[in-house]
Nanobody, 126 residues
Framework: QVHLVESGGGSVQTGGSLRLSCGAS????????LAWFRQAPGKEREWVAS???????TYTDSAKGRFSISRDKDSITLYLQMNSLKPEDSAMYYC????????????????????WGQGTQVTVSS
């Protein structure tokens, strides 16, 4: 069991930056994948970025070149650095953890992740 808490959301103008954080109740170092998802009103939850146990990162096309996922050395905190924000990035952002032990490809479906935070709101105005 792991408890996740997101923070760092807020309101910014187009082109601005935000850094989201996700604090875990214990180290997630042994977990296969950590990820960020987002969900806008009336839309399905969508995958944004993942980081695997081996440190490999993957991003949805809209996030490539603008967002960066990382974690601290103790794997207690997960980050999402978001630059060049656009109005279409506005959503509730959630961190998630796949507790499977070992190495493997990170899933992009919410069903691949067992643990979720409560979310942090990001609003980008034009």
């Amino acid at each position: 069991q792991v408890h996740l808490v997101e923070s760092g959301g807020g309101s910014v103008q187009t082109g601005g930056s935000l850094r989201l954080s996700c604090g875990a109740s214990r180290s997630t170092r042994a977990m296969m994948c950590l990820a960020w998802f987002r969900q806008a009103p009336g839309k399905e939850r969508e995958w944004v970025a993942s980081i695997g146990r081996d440190g490999r990162t993957t991003y949805t096309d809209s996030a490539k070149g603008r967002f960066s996922i990382s974690r601290d050395k103790d794997s207690i905190t997960l980050y999402l650095q978001m630059n060049s924000l656009k109005p279409e990035d506005s959503a509730m952002y959630y961190c998630a953890a796949d507790p499977t032990l070992g190495f493997g490809l990170c899933g992009i479906s919410p069903a691949s992740y067992d643990y979720w935070g409560q979310g942090t709101q990001v609003t980008v105005s034009s």
